[in-house]
């Protein structure tokens, strides 16, 4: 594997909330090679977007840190924030969750595109505008010069997302974040913006983490994926492994989870017993030990550690994997 | 692929800007105010006599062909005043305003976007400023700085600064929390590009359509003022100044109270219909904020 790209060590992120210390990140580590892709997998508060902030150092202001994100061999956390802001952009780009808040609601698309390019790239209003409107092509938008003139709430969810994506790819960074881009679409344009969102990386050589709760999401679009639970990594593989020989009861529950096409109508849809832990607070074993079938008193007890005991690149913290 | 999403809402784009009808209105108020203007900016060389021009023997004269609405208990030229005392009015009530919008709006947006010390310092200086007495502010001003159109425009404008300030802080607090402001730092903008680019284009909105009343509320404000003597002093006219001084012979002329009151309704009256219009018309986004 080359030298990473991205590297995250030990990143812990801590609020303070009424209820005492938040852990929202609990000791992560991950790496991502230039033009790889990572999904990072997990139910609603179980870490992945604050751990994607985190690397974009866009917590916050109350939040604290700790570890260390490597990202072209610059320590994230230690730069000084003129440094850090001349990143954003150029090196490190992100796409939120939803497209109906993320664009600027009083500019037109063109406005808020050009601008991005004339402040990163130093272009003249002409070929900013020239650009953009390839931009937008590129990314599936019809009549590109006309949608410029036009401002967010003329364009539908998906038409936003691909602006939003457009705006992100449009300083060509090396790391793009997808934080659950596709959750507030509806189901056949999710498809259209993975889809746009793979041929992008794959053409631009552009490494990218792709956050969600989908695993179905993940499976044929990923090179590795983390599955997260309160806040720490729980398991994590090549994407291939991972679907063939998943070790951890979590994964196994989630995947069981996502509804299926051909189950007969009214079937009830298997959940995951119990809910996530508080995160507030810290639990001596496993986190996923009281809603775990397979826990017993070591799990309660001790926590497991992220190894790789098989020597296969394929890491997971638990105490009974599944065989 | 994404073919279909799209045909039905291009055309649906102009045709809305073609619905929204000004309205008769709209165009009366423009009118209005457009005449108000030009004949305060061109009263110089209006052909009409001179509003200070005292005419003994023709005081509360009935319009005449000579003096087309008639003279005041002095025998000065009631049409001639009114226009001149339009300049008064105007410049007070555009120019305080917008010191008001200045420093209010970039106090509160400054305010809403750092948070923190700033904001609490920000917050309770308002609040002193809200807080102490308008009328001794303004007479202890005019008493040391002199009644003059400036000094009485900057303290109406000081004292504007705190509804600006709290519109600009509320609109901002609630912006800042959005995600395209969240974008706009994750693609590396700076503080001065998001407070500047982002989030002014979405306070000038709401800010602006509180200018216009503003500008209703300080003419109604600055006539008020010369009413008790503490406006711009005689014998210059102001339309709060003249229905002051008619006060004294409403039984006999109200008229002369009431021809300046008309004036100051019909023009605060049509900065509130240019304002409303004007925002519902600039307003790019349907229903909510």
């Given at each position: 594997m080359a030298a990473p790209l991205l590297s995250?060590?030990?990143?812990?992120?801590?609020?303070?909330?009424?209820?005492?210390?938040?852990r929202a990140v609990d000791g992560v580590d991950l790496a991502l090679a230039p033009g790889r892709t990572l999904g990072i997998v997990g139910e609603s508060g179980c870490g992945k977007t604050m751990l994607s902030r985190a690397v974009l150092q866009l917590l916050p202001k109350r939040a604290t840190l700790k570890g260390r994100v490597m990202f072209n061999g610059r320590d994230l956390f230690t730069l000084p924030p003129e440094e850090l802001r001349k990143l954003r952009g150029p090196e490190l780009a992100v796409v939120f969750q939803d497209p109906m808040t993320s664009l600027n609601p009083v500019l037109t698309i063109g406005t808020q595109l050009i601008e991005t390019?004339?402040?990163?790239?130093?272009?003249?209003?002409?070929?900013?505008?020239?650009?953009?409107?390839?931009?937008?092509?590129?990314?599936?938008?019809?009549?590109?010069?006309?949608?410029?003139?036009?401002?967010?709430?003329?364009?539908s969810g998906g038409m936003r997302q691909r602006v939003a994506i457009a705006i992100a790819l449009s300083c060509e960074p090396k790391l793009l974040i997808a934080?659950?881009?596709?959750?507030?679409?509806?189901?056949?344009?999710?498809?259209?913006?993975?889809?746009?969102?793979?041929?992008?990386?794959?053409?631009?050589?552009m490494a990218l983490i792709l956050i969600t709760h989908d695993l179905g999401v993940v499976a044929g679009r990923t090179d590795d994926v983390a599955v997260m639970y309160a806040g720490r990594v729980v398991e994590r593989a090549p994407t291939p492994r991972l679907f063939r020989h998943m070790r951890m009861p979590y994964t196994e529950a989630l995947l069981a989870a996502i509804?299926?096409?051909?189950?007969?109508?009214?079937?009830?849809?298997?959940?995951?017993?119990?809910?996530?832990?508080?995160?507030?607070?810290?639990?001596?074993?496993?986190?996923?030990?009281?809603?775990?079938?397979?826990?017993?008193?070591?799990?309660?007890?001790?926590?497991?550690?992220?190894?790789?005991?098989?020597g296969a690149g394929a890491l997971y913290a638990c105490w009974h994997p599944l065989q | 692929?994404?073919?279909?999403?799209?045909?039905?809402?291009?055309?649906?784009?102009?045709?809305?800007?073609?619905?929204?009808?000004?309205?008769?209105?709209?165009?009366?108020?423009?009118?209005?105010i457009g005449l108000i203007v030009l004949a305060a900016i061109f009263a110089d060389v209006l052909p009409i006599p001179s509003p200070t021009e005292i005419d003994m023997l023709g005081k509360r004269a009935l319009p005449s062909a000579e003096h087309w609405l008639g003279n005041d208990q002095l025998g000065r030229d009631m049409f001639s005043r009114l226009i001149y005392g339009a300049r008064v009015s105007l410049?007070?009530?555009?120019?305080?305003?917008?010191?008001?919008?200045?420093?209010?709006?970039?106090?509160?947006?400054?305010?809403?976007?750092?948070?923190?010390?700033?904001?609490?310092?920000?917050?309770?200086?308002?609040?002193?400023?809200?807080?102490?007495?308008?009328?001794?502010?303004?007479?202890?001003?005019?008493?040391?700085?002199?009644?003059?159109?400036?000094?009485?425009?900057?303290?109406?404008?000081?004292?504007?600064?705190?509804?600006?300030?709290?519109?600009?802080?509320?609109?901002?607090?609630?912006?800042?929390?959005?995600?395209?402001?969240?974008?706009?730092r994750a693609l590396g903008a700076t503080?001065?590009?998001?407070?500047?680019?982002?989030?002014?284009?979405?306070?000038?909105?709401?800010?602006?359509?509180?200018?216009?009343?503003?500008?209703?509320?300080?003419?109604?404000?600055?006539?008020?003022?010369?009413?008790?003597?503490?406006?711009?002093?005689?014998?210059?006219?102001?339309?709060?100044?003249?229905i002051g001084e008619g006060r004294?012979?409403?039984?006999?002329?109200?008229?002369?109270?009431?021809?300046?009151?008309?004036?100051?309704?019909?023009s605060v009256l049509s900065f509130n219909i240019v304002g409303d219009t004007l925002r519902a018309l600039t307003d790019p986004r349907p229903g909510q904020v």
């Open positions: 995250i060590e030990g990143v812990s992120v801590t609020l303070p909330t009424p209820r005492g210390l938040l390019l004339q402040a990163h790239l130093g272009m003249d209003t002409v070929s900013a505008t020239r650009r953009a409107t390839e931009l937008l092509a590129e990314v599936g938008i019809p009549a590109p010069g006309q949608r410029l003139r036009q401002y967010p709430h003329q364009l934080d659950e881009p596709t959750t507030a679409l509806d189901v056949t344009v999710q498809a259209q913006i993975l889809d746009l969102l793979a041929r992008e990386q794959r053409q631009r050589h509804p299926k096409l051909d189950a007969a109508p009214h079937a009830p849809l298997p959940a995951i017993a119990g809910r996530p832990p508080d995160p507030t607070r810290p639990m001596p074993g496993c986190s996923f030990a009281p809603r775990c079938r397979y826990s017993d008193a070591l799990c309660e007890n001790t926590k497991p550690t992220l190894d790789d005991p098989e | 692929m994404a073919v279909l999403e799209l045909e039905d809402d291009k055309v649906a784009a102009p045709a809305l800007a073609h619905r929204r009808r000004f309205g008769g209105l709209f165009f009366a108020a423009m009118a209005w410049i007070v009530g555009l120019l305080a305003p917008v010191i008001s919008v200045t420093i209010g709006g970039m106090l509160g947006m400054l305010a809403g976007y750092f948070r923190g010390r700033f904001e609490l310092f920000v917050t309770g200086g308002v609040d002193v400023l809200l807080a102490f007495p308008p009328l001794v502010f303004v007479l202890a001003v005019t008493a040391y700085l002199g009644q003059t159109i400036a000094n009485i425009a900057l303290v109406i404008g000081i004292l504007g600064i705190p509804a600006f300030t709290r519109v600009a802080r509320a609109v901002t607090l609630s912006l800042s929390e959005r995600e395209f402001v969240t974008a706009a503080h001065t590009r998001i407070l500047l680019r982002e989030l002014l284009p979405n306070v000038a909105l709401p800010l602006g359509a509180f200018f216009l009343l503003g500008v209703a509320i300080t003419i109604v404000v600055e006539g008020a003022l010369a009413f008790l003597g503490l406006g711009v002093p005689p014998p210059t006219p102001s339309w709060g100044s003249m004294d012979s409403l039984d006999i002329a109200p008229w002369l109270s009431f021809l300046p009151a008309t004036f100051m309704f019909l």
